[in-house]
Every structure is written in structure tokens, then in C-alpha cells.
């Protein structure tokens, strides 16, 4: 099932006063250059995982002014009636290049390449932005979460706290696709095809008389695999015992209990201690309460006898950084002759200087280890040669260096949409959330770490350097 909204005018007002004003001063057909990149990893993380491309597509496909829009944007005064008339027969016709969702990326490379006319390209940028944005946000928590638990499940329970219905549908798609196990969001599943699961509130054990009643009435409704909340009076003294009486008396083996309060460490050891003696060794306990990467670890480390984990709003929100901050630059245009001529853009703040080009980004591969060793970002027409020893730079120590000689380069950004047309087949969720856990394996642990990670070295090419030096110097005052 694909229910999709129209989404064309979800985009920065200044977006069609540039366009307009591109239209008017004969830069509507004017190539363009646009890359997608982030400055910092939330969480100071090691790195991020890129998410959110699909829906890129999707609104690609979809971009179309209404007469009701266009109406719209009349009664505002501002547009030349050409600009108007323009939009009516709006459609994108220029390439996008990006890295495949669920790959791991990091800071100052880019995640996605537009090269399409100035109107085209400047329009899709709010769009582009929050789809990137907010989806590889949640996946990088999520993955921060899943490696956390250490092989255990965890399920993504947040959509009541989520950011509006977006947020939490694909927010439920970003976490799956990073390594959760799958959702409480329904809806999820039907569009996504995200597991959907749950089990009870605390009020279904309260519209019963008693605890033994609740759960003896969810067992009947459900004997398969049915888990039992078993903190709403007291945990111990009550919903523990009241879920082995009811377990047994159903003859059910394969369940679980979820603890939603407390001294989760401590209760899931009684617990376990108590399930192990009545015989209910197969009886699994799942925990939640307002989880994250850092609680999660620490109870593990004190151990917690915790067999899976739901975690809501710390995820599904990235409560503890909820910016990704990803930004949209002009990186080159392109003159009447064809050729590329590289932007730059120049601050006193020098994490916001740009890198000027149509580039491409290499990840370099250990042959011996498989492991990712280095990004390097090129011009566009550079190759790189993985027979010849190869020296990175580390961006931040530019002292600090490794000569890579026996490595494989590979490509980053693939091609999704040339002259307009989409040439990418969409991969299910499924098969993005596969590759995902295919890539994050390529990473050593000292970058995957969640304080202090080793600093990966994503370095500019030989040519590229020399490029954005001289034109720093040639704007240097």
C-alpha cells in the first residue's frame, strides 16, 4: 500500500522568490551543482547512517503545481506571471546522485548530489533537507541503541511522543532500517512493511478487579507468545507470581514479561530468579521505560537479566541530539560553454566553508580485513588508483596521516535520477535494513565506539585541495 500527499508547496517561501527571481534574470535553464552534507555526528558519535532516500524519490516523482496552488501564489503579488504560467508545467529534469540509504557516512561528505536548471535545483532543497535530515537522525540512534543492546531485540516504541504522524512512521521506518527488530506503529508495517507488535497497557490490567484476572483473560485471547506487563501494582511481590500462575495454568512456555518501571537491573534479576524456579526457563523479560544507548549499556554491565528492550521517545525523538543538521550548498554552475566552474562558500567560522565542485566520494576497504579505512572526495572526473599506495589526511590533524597500499576503492554515490528520469531500483526496507547491518560490520569497533570514537579519515583529493586553496586565497582580503 503507497499513500503519498502532495508535498510541492512544502518547501521555503524563499525557494520560489529565487526561482522567480531566476526566472526573470535568464537563470532558469542554468546548470547547477548542489551537495547534501552534515557537519557533525549526533552524539559525537563515530558516525551516522544515511536514511530518507525513498521518500526523496517518491516526491520527485510526485512534484506537480495544482491550479489551487498556483492560484495560491498569485494572491501573494509577488510573481511574474511568466514564473506562474512556468510552474504549470513543472516537472524535475535534472540528475541526483546519492549514497545508498543505511550506508554509514560522515561529516563534510556528500550524502546527495543534484546537478539539474537553477529553479529545479533550488525548489527541491527544503524537501531533500527534511527527508535526509530527519531520517538518518533517528537511524543513527537507532543504531546506537541496537549495538548497545548487544544482539538482543529492541523494538521501536515511540510513536506517541514522535513529532507529528511523519515522525513517527518514518521514524519507525528509519529505526528498522538502522536494526530494530520493529515497531509498535501499525501503520508502519502496512506501509513499510516494519513489524508491528505490541502487547498490553498498564489500563487493560486495571480494567480488570484483580492483576490474576487481566492476565488470565489476555492468555485465553492469546496463547501464542503473549508477554504480560507486570509492573502496574508491584512487580515482584504481584505481577510476577500473578504471571507464572496464569502462564502455567494455560500450559504456555513460550512468553515473556515486560517490566516498564523501576530498578530495571535489579527487578530482572529477581524476576529471572523466579521464573527460573517455577520452571519458566523459556519465559523471556522485556524491558522499556524511557531507554537509551546509555542506560541500556549500563544495566547490561550491571547485569540485568534482559532479554529484549522497547524504547520509545529517547529514540524516536533522538532526544539527547535532535539535529541532524544537514545543509543544502551550491557547489558549481556550469557557463554556456559546458564547462564546470566550482563555488565556493567562505566563512569566518571555518566548519562552514564549503568544498567547491561536482565531486565524488571513494570508500577505501582493507583487503585483508574488509574493513573501511578512509573516504576520499574527488572532482568528479578523477579516478582513484587502488593498485598505487595512497596517502589520507586526517581533516582535523592535518599532521596525522595513513598510507594505505593494499585497499579497495569503491564508489559512493549512485545515480538515481538522470535527465528527470528515476534509473534506481528501489530496494525494499528489508533489503536496506540487510545492507545496513552489512556496512555498519565494515566499521572497526573504535569508530563505532559511543565516547571519544577514533576520528575516521574522510580527506579531500590532491586536486580537489588545490582547488578550494586557490580560491580561498583569491578571496583571502
Not at 533517528?138 to 546506537?144: C, G, S, V, Y
Not at 565524488?360 to 598505487?388: H, P, S
Amino acid at each position: 500500500m503507497n499513500i503519498r500527499e502532495n508535498y510541492t508547496l512544502l518547501c521555503d517561501f524563499y525557494e520560489l522568490t529565487m526561482g522567480n527571481g531566476y526566472f526573470l534574470n535568464g537563470y532558469r535553464n542554468r546548470m547547477t551543482y548542489f551537495d547534501v552534507f552534515f557537519r557533525q555526528v549526533p552524539d559525537d558519535g563515530g558516525f551516522a547512517i544515511a536514511c530518507g532516500l525513498q521518500q526523496i524519490v517518491e516526491y520527485i516523482q510526485d512534484l506537480r503545481f495544482t491550479d489551487y496552488d498556483i492560484e495560491y501564489l498569485r494572491s501573494k503579488g509577488i510573481f511574474d506571471n511568466g514564473f506562474l504560467k512556468y510552474l504549470r508545467n513543472f516537472r524535475f529534469t535534472g540528475d541526483i546522485y546519492a549514497i545508498p540509504e543505511g550506508t554509514p557516512i560522515f561529516p563534510g561528505e556528500p550524502i546527495l548530489t543534484v546537478r539539474a536548471p537553477a529553479i529545479e535545483a533550488q525548489f527541491i532543497e527544503t524537501y531533500v533537507l527534511l527527508s535526509i535530515n530527519h531520517q538518518s537522525l533517528i537511524a543513527t540512534k537507532a543504531n546506537r541503541i541496537v549495538r548497545a543492546a548487544k544482539g538482543r531485540p529492541v523494538s521501536e516504541f515511540g510513536s506517541r511522543r514522535a513529532q507529528g504522524p511523519g515522525g513517527a512512521i518514518l521514524g519507525a521506518r528509519a529505526s528498522y532500517i538502522a536494526g530494530c527488530a520493529g515497531s509498535a506503529c501499525t501503520i508502519a508495517e502496512e506501509r513499510y512493511g516494519v513489524p508491528a507488535g505490541g502487547t498490553m497497557a498498564h489500563s487493560w490490567v486495571q480494567m480488570f478487579d484483580d492483576e490474576l484476572s487481566a492476565f488470565d483473560n489476555y492468555c485465553t485471547l492469546y496463547p501464542n507468545n503473549p508477554t504480560l506487563l507486570v509492573d502496574t501494582y508491584n512487580t515482584l511481590k504481584n505481577g510476577v507470581p500473578n504471571a507464572i500462575t496464569v502462564f502455567k495454568k494455560h500450559g504456555i512456555k513460550k512468553c515473556a514479561i515486560r517490566i516498564d518501571s523501576g530498578d530495571i537491573a535489579y527487578l530482572s534479576v529477581k524476576a529471572r530468579a523466579m521464573l527460573d524456579e517455577a520452571g519458566m526457563t523459556q519465559c523471556k523479560i522485556v524491558a522499556s521505560n524511557s531507554l537509551d544507548e546509555y542506560i541500556i549499556r549500563d544495566i547490561l554491565n550491571q547485569g540485568a537479566a534482559v532479554d529484549a528492550f522497547g524504547v520509545g521517545e529517547r529514540l524516536v525523538t533522538s532526544q539527547s541530539s535532535p539535529v541532524f543538521g544537514g545543509v543544502y550548498k551550491l557547489a558549481a554552475v556550469q557557463d554556456k560553454d559546458g564547462d564546470i566552474i566550482p563555488k565556493i562558500k567562505i566563512s569566518e567560522n571555518t566548519t562552514k566553508i564549503t568544498n567547491p565542485h561536482f565531486k565524488k566520494v571513494y570508500r577505501l576497504y582493507q583487503k585483508e580485513t574488509g574493513k573501511a579505512e578512509a573516504d576520499l572526495i574527488c572532482v568528479y572526473d578523477e579516478t582513484i588508483d587502488d593498485t598505487q599506495p595512497l596517502t589520507i589526511f586526517d581533516p582535523d590533524y592535518t599532521w596525522k596521516r595513513k598510507t594505505l597500499t593494499n585497499f579497495t576503492a569503491k564508489e559512493l554515490q549512485i545515480p538515481i535520477f538522470i535527465n528527470g528520469k528515476l534509473v534506481y531500483d528501489l530496494p525494499s526496507t528489508e533489503e536496506i535494513r540487510n545492507y545496513c547491518s552489512e556496512q555498519v560490520d565494515l566499521q572497526w569497533d573504535e569508530v563505532k565506539r559511543f565516547e571519544n570514537p577514533h576520528n575516521y579519515y574522510v580527506d579531500l583529493s590532491q586536486k580537489l585541495w588545490d582547488i578550494k586553496n586557490s580560491m580561498l586565497s583569491q578571496n583571502m582580503v
